[in-house]
């Protein structure tokens, strides 16, 4: 079949180098504008404290955005992100505060609840990278699958109601421990994710391979990549990313919650888009999902500062999302 | 799909094989295995055939074919719909607030407000539905996107509509007469729902639209150089399935009794699950809606024995996501097994 | 009537003399991202008249005939019908007006009959309904008249591809038809069906309609053709009556080089055998019993029309299809079962897909990731999993220059090369591992000559160095002219292994009509009384 067959086929998309480098300058021109107009109605979004709030609160998106991004990347999905970290959540509090009752040593206390929280979402992973690549099942349909299993197993084991009491080491761990003096500890564990995931993309095969899987699976399949193998592994790596998400976010409330995951699958999907990564798979980074979680962070932030219903926001998370996977259509040069 | 054929020129491979599959694809493995629960579970389920249960899950299962019908129409075009949930719960709720609000000024046209709630109800899910058609049919952005993103937007209405708290004051006829009446012995939403179920039969087996779906989800490419409106026929279908979860939306409306935000949360996944378990292929171009009906049916049977096992709803929940993942990848194994030429 | 432009006098008045002229295209051109599809391209057609466009591919003929279908408008040149100018033609209305295109790529929904994709898109029936008797009987009417073994009934999806083909032709004659564009049609018929296909030919030329016939088969087409237009490059080179020009001047015209030059002599030296397949069959049966052997330093070809199994069988060899029974032995080693790719790069086997873009290259990345995708694994790219990116730079560079990449740029994205750089870039990635077996998957399809001598001059390179290279092509020139050993593959078998004098045309084709299919019978039959 020659190029020219191919490009018959094509849908001649517009994107080329001027555009990407456009749109990509785009979000934080954006960002910065939304900060001032919203600044002029309610001078308090740019004071020092609510900027520290949105460092923190980005914090977490920027692991669940990574967690979304490992999977979309290689053109999958994962529906099941809210979810898991609702499972999870309950059954690390439980554990903890179960090991806590019993009068176990704090440090053991806080390991469990650390080895249940990722075990969970390894499990999570291994469930749905399993499906996905060695039966080749839509991964959309899968984690569609797993969401409901996690959210039944969310609303079992609490009962319905939150797990409270989860114990201070372990918060102090993870979310108000005074680790670098003026830095917030979600803050910095966000940048070492973000620092190691950097270099995991850029510097390891297993990252390369995600790119080109991503890209073209049947290509990297012929070049004798193991795709099965990474596509499973990518799934587990992004099961964990939103394991400890969810653990970080559990030392923040101080205890284990069924419905913490909330709109967490669909702002995840949203920052990681907005901030570059492709529906399509095969581009993305660790920037992108910053900048993507930074304005995600800051528009609900501006919204609860211009106290706008909680409900309106839900219908803007939507109309964002619709506006996102326009944006990323322009912006695919797939040929 | 451009496939990639080859000439074999050779023998047919084992005709014993090949001829149990051809029975398998004929009538699938659903009918059989419908029967096979019924005669379990009536043999092992206290209650199970029971005239009050058998009407119980008949008017239940009937909500969910008219949804999985639905569903299974933008299957068939190679999308898929993950706003049905969403819309039936608008529709809930516009469609009591309309009702509900013209009670006042209406009192003695109940006919009127009826029309007038239906009409509300109906409007949403044409709106979303040609929110969702139009953005996959000429934006060509991915259908679970569009489909999530208008699931929130409706979700967020609903809520913000009615503030989470449900909506009473339905006419009386609307809601004794239609929701939870009894037409010759059998629940109002059965003959709704086989109303419907017909409807789509002639549409798949006797008009250009029902040829058209398979065309557009089996082989675009050769759809549009056929000359066959694709972007017409890819909105039509996406209207026609959030229709179709706004009816299904009102009858349940009606039987509740009231218009709710809340309503059934899993209703998406189970329309999913009807319509794979029923043969739908994911990949477009296979659907037949005679089997989706007894999906539906088959998922409800399945609930029902499981309430009346009281089993736990939040476990429930876990077994469907567990039967949904199953039943896909049944399917992925199967189509392995026949390959296209 | 017919507007002339000033450039083509003479010839426009020649046409204005014949009322006949069915189709006249003038300076064509046309442009695709990367790529100029159609270069000023003159192009007529008179009624009942058989024009043969001749060309490799990717020289244009696609482009050209998917403009006169309506498939795209062409960015410049004039394109009349029947003394009408067409603009911004669209293949509902071509169709209409009695233009019928049946292309190599089928435009058929699987999951549909064969009744069904007839009619797509002009059903028969009133507001909305379908009239299932009336489509019935056209189509049953149809087929007849063409006399093919195919049913109303059969699902698409479950026939051959020479039965799916018969649907696609039988479509173009649902409606009037005044100008016939077959693409390439006897790709998979038996000489029977072949002959069935002449014979409607010759019946349509007679009533009066045009029809383009694109094919490179030279033998065949110069039986009934009546003028040849040949396209290099997407240019047009020159249009001759048939009779006037014999085989090898074609091909001159079509490559632009005269034949020894177009194809460099190869010094063949066989050696050991590095690749041994004996009496494999595939699990879908795309090819049954079927043996040969590659040995270093020769070049082992493998010919045969488009669906006959040698892409199939050289896939399987690499791991990409499965094989039911039989052995696969690289060197003195016997593979199991299921032979896995990154198995065979271990073991120094290579190969090169024939679809570049879908199987190939990771259009979106740059030229550097794809030439070092397969070696990922090597110490000159990686220490243990962690890339060593400035070692990755120097050795793809390294192979880039040694392959003449234009531009020889690493960092470019490889979905804006042309067709000749991204087969560098593919072939790249042999270099960048130690490769003794070669397996070459339609390696010149859609790409420039100049490209092509290249890649013809790796292969000799490669040769004279000891790697034994497995050729699989549809292009009898170029597997005729560079393999030392010739194996012809023919409806999933292997039929024959040629060497020496006996690697030539005609042997070739003999070997194509040996096996006949039990219903061939009836069909010789017809075709007995039809012509």
Request: with cysteine; glycine share 10%.
């Amino acid at each position: 079949m020659s190029d020219v067959d191919v490009a018959l086929r094509a849908r001649e998309t517009p994107a080329g180098g001027l555009w990407r480098s456009l749109l990509a300058v785009l979000l934080p021109i954006l960002i910065v504008a939304m900060e001032l107009g919203v600044y002029f109605i309610e001078p308090r979004v740019l004071s020092a404290g609510n900027l520290r709030n949105i460092l923190i609160q980005s914090s977490y998106l920027v692991l669940f955005a990574s967690a979304q991004m490992v999977v979309i990347l290689t053109r999958g999905f994962d529906l099941s992100l809210g979810a898991s970290v609702s499972a999870i959540s309950v059954a690390s509090a439980l554990v903890m505060t179960g090991l806590d009752a019993g009068d176990a040593a704090p440090w053991i206390v806080v390991a469990a609840g650390l080895v249940t929280g990722l075990g969970f979402g390894f499990l999570v992973g291994l469930f749905n990278g399993g499906f996905i690549s060695w039966l080749g099942i839509n991964p959309f349909v899968v984690t569609l699958g797993s969401l409901n299993i996690c959210l039944g197993l969310a609303t079992t084991m609490s009962g319905g109601r939150p797990v409270f009491n989860v114990p201070d080491p372990f918060s102090s761990l993870l979310y108000n421990g005074k680790l670098i003096p003026g830095v917030p500890v979600p803050v910095m564990l966000a940048a070492a994710v973000c620092i190691l995931l950097y270099f995991l993309l850029d510097h390891t095969v297993f990252g390369r391979a995600l790119y080109l899987i991503g890209n073209n699976p049947r290509a990297a399949l012929l070049a004798g990549l193991p795709s099965r193998r990474y596509l499973l592994v990518a799934y587990i790596l992004g099961a964990l990313l939103a394991a400890f998400g969810a653990l970080m976010l559990t030392a923040r409330t101080g205890s284990g919650e069924p419905n913490l995951g909330g709109s967490l699958m669909l702002e995840s999907i949203a920052a990681a888009v907005i901030g570059g990564v492709s529906l399509q798979g095969g581009v993305g980074g660790v920037i992108p999902v910053i900048l993507g979680s930074l304005f995600i962070t800051m528009m609900s932030n501006a919204m609860n500062l211009l106290r706008i219903d909680g409900y309106i926001q839900q219908i803007l998370l939507g109309v964002i999302i619709i506006a996102a996977i326009f944006l990323d259509r322009i912006r695919s040069t797939r040929a | 799909m451009t496939a990639r054929s080859t000439d074999h020129g050779g023998a047919a491979p084992n005709v014993a094989l090949d001829r149990f599959y051809r029975l398998y694809g004929a009538i699938g493995f659903l009918p059989i295995m419908l029967v096979v629960l019924i005669v379990l579970f009536a043999i092992f389920v206290p209650h199970f055939l029971v005239l009050p249960n058998v009407l119980n899950v008949l008017r239940s299962s009937s909500y969910l074919v008219i949804l999985a019908v639905g569903q299974m129409l933008v299957l068939m075009v190679g999308g898929f719909d993950l706003s049905v949930g969403a819309v039936v719960a608008l529709t809930s709720v516009s469609s009591a607030l309309v009702m509900a609000g013209l009670k006042g000024q209406m009192a003695d046209q109940p006919a009127l407000i009826i029309l007038a709630g239906v009409l509300a109800g109906l409007g949403c899910g044409f709106l979303v539905g040609l929110v969702n058609g139009l953005c996959v049919a000429f934006l060509s952005v991915s259908p679970f996107m569009v489909s999530l993103g208008t699931a929130s937007i409706a979700t967020g209405s609903a809520l913000l509509l009615t503030n989470g708290i449900p909506v009473y004051g339905m006419p009386v006829g609307y809601v004794d007469g239609f929701g939870r009446g009894l037409w010759f012995k059998l629940p109002s939403a059965v003959y709704l729902a086989i109303a419907i179920v017909a409807v789509v039969f002639v549409l798949q087996n006797f008009t250009r639209m029902g040829r058209y779906i398979v065309a557009i989800g089996g082989n675009l490419q050769a759809a549009i150089v056929s000359g066959v409106p694709t972007r017409f026929y890819l909105v039509a279908t996406y209207v026609l399935c959030s229709v179709f979860a706004s009816i299904s939306g009102l009858a349940l409306t009606a039987q509740i009794g009231s218009g709710q935000a809340a309503i059934n949360s899993q209703l998406t996944l189970e329309s999913i699950a009807a319509a794979v378990i029923a043969g739908v292929s994911l990949k477009g171009g296979v659907g037949k809606v005679e089997m989706v009906a007894l999906g539906a049916l088959f998922l409800l049977i399945l609930t029902n024995a499981m309430d009346l096992l009281t089993i736990d709803p939040r476990i429930q929940t876990i077994f469907l996501g567990i039967i949904v993942v199953l039943a896909v990848a049944l399917d992925e194994l199967s189509t392995r097994r026949t390959r296209r030429v | 009537m017919v507007e002339s432009s000033l450039a083509e006098t003479p010839r426009a008045a020649q046409a204005a003399a014949r009322e006949d002229l069915l189709l006249e295209m003038t300076r064509i051109s046309k442009r695709f991202p990367g790529v100029l599809a159609l270069d000023d391209v003159d192009f007529d057609l008179r009624a009942g008249e058989v024009h043969v466009l001749f060309g490799e591919n990717g020289a244009g003929k696609s482009t050209l005939i998917n403009i006169i279908a309506g498939a795209f408008a062409p960015d410049a040149g004039e394109f009349k019908f029947r003394g009408r100018s067409l603009v911004r033609l669209k293949p509902h209305a071509a169709r209409m007006m009695g233009i019928s295109p049946v292309f190599q790529e089928f435009s058929l929904v699987p999951e549909l009959t064969v009744e069904e994709n007839l009619f797509l898109g002009r059903e028969l029936g009133a507001g909305g309904f379908l009239n299932h008797a009336a489509m019935r009987a056209k189509a049953r009417s149809v087929i007849g008249e063409l006399g093919f073994d195919i049913l109303p009934d059969q699902k698409v999806g479950a026939l051959s591809r020479a039965h799916q083909q018969m649907v696609e032709i039988a479509k173009a004659f649902l409606t009037e038809v005044r100008l016939l564009i077959l693409d390439e049609p006897t790709a998979s018929l038996t000489e029977a069906e072949t002959q069935n296909l002449f014979a409607l030919v010759g019946r349509l030329k007679s009533a009066g309609v045009g029809i383009i016939y694109v094919s490179h088969r030279i033998q065949e087409f110069q039986k009934i053709g009546d003028r040849i237009t040949v396209l290099r490059d997407g240019r047009k080179i020159a249009t001759v009556k048939s009779g006037d020009v014999s085989e090898s001047e074609l091909v001159e015209l079509m490559t632009g080089r005269k034949v020894g030059v177009l194809f460099p002599s190869i010094d063949h030296r066989p050696a050991a055998k590095l690749l041994e397949v004996e009496d494999v069959t595939l699990s879908d049966r795309s090819a049954r019993n079927v043996s040969f052997y590659a040995r270093a330093g020769e070049i082992t070809g493998i010919a045969g029309l488009v669906g006959c199994g040698k892409s199939e069988i050289v896939r399987a060899v690499y791991g990409l299809e499965a094989i039911a029974s039989g052995t696969v032995r690289i060197g003195d080693e016997e593979m199991a079962a299921r032979p896995t790719p990154i198995d065979m790069l271990r073991r120094g086997v290579c190969y090169f897909p024939s679809d570049r873009v879908a199987e190939g290259l990771a259009l979106g990345r740059p030229v550097r990731e794809n030439a070092s995708m397969a070696a990922l694994d090597l110490p000159t790219f990686s220490q243990a999993s962690i890339l060593r990116r400035a070692s990755e730079r120097r050795a793809i560079q390294g192979i880039v220059d040694k392959l003449k990449l234009r531009p020889p740029q690493i960092e470019r994205t490889v979905a804006k090369l042309s067709g000749g750089n991204r087969q560098k870039v593919l072939l790249a990635r042999g270099m960048t591992r130690d490769i003794s077996v070669f397996l070459f998957d339609e390696p010149t399809v859609g790409i420039d000559v100049g490209a092509k001598i290249e890649v013809y001059e790796l292969m000799k390179s490669l040769v004279a160095e000891g790697a034994a290279i497995v050729l699989v092509s549809s292009e009898l020139p170029e597997v005729m002219n560079l393999s030392n050993r010739l194996y012809v593959m023919h409806r999933s078998q292997m039929v024959a292994e040629l060497s020496g004098a006996d690697i030539n045309e005609a042997e070739i084709f003999s070997h194509f009509f040996r096996e006949k299919r039990p219903e061939d019978g009836l069909a010789a039959a017809r075709s007995a009384m039809a012509t």
